[in-house]
């Protein structure tokens, strides 16, 4: 992906993240979901330094049963997910919003992920 579609893509994300209110049809947790691919080499350094970076929002205000997780079939090209709760709509946005998330997506997530799939949910009432 060029740069600039990059660019694109990153600024439509943060706009929808820091404009979409907590869903009142959003009761109990919410779970967010997201495996992916690097562009870095397996095993290399970049590769540790991008899971290391990933392993520190866990501190984050409102993150919940956080786990960094490696794919171990072949069903989808995704190597390494990322799992974790909130116990609300409103602590899940408060996390999109945090400035140390918004620092990550911008400067680690963006540049390091070749492709992604993201997953929210909440449990049916």
């Known amino acids: 992906m060029s740069t600039m579609s990059r ?18 049809e959003t009761h109990g947790a919410v779970h967010h979901s997201v495996f992916f691919e690097l562009n870095a080499a397996p095993g290399s350094p970049a590769e540790q330094a ?9 501190s984050l205000p ?11 079939s072949d069903k989808n090209p995704f190597r390494f997910g990322a799992t974790m709760r909130f116990a ?8 999109n919003q945090h400035p140390d998330h ?10 390091g992920v070749a492709n992604f799939q993201e997953i929210d949910w909440a449990a049916l009432p």
């Open 88 to 95: 609300d709509a409103a602590a899940y946005q408060a996390y």
């Open 7 to 24: 660019g694109r893509l990153l600024l439509a994300l943060l706009t929808l993240v820091a404009a979409a209110p907590a869903s009142s």
């Open 50 to 58: 991008f899971l290391e970076q990933l392993a520190a929002l866990a």
């Open 102 to 111: 918004v620092r990550f997506v911008e400067q680690v997530w963006v540049p």
């Open 62 to 72: 409102g993150v919940e049963d956080f786990e960094i997780v490696r794919e171990v």
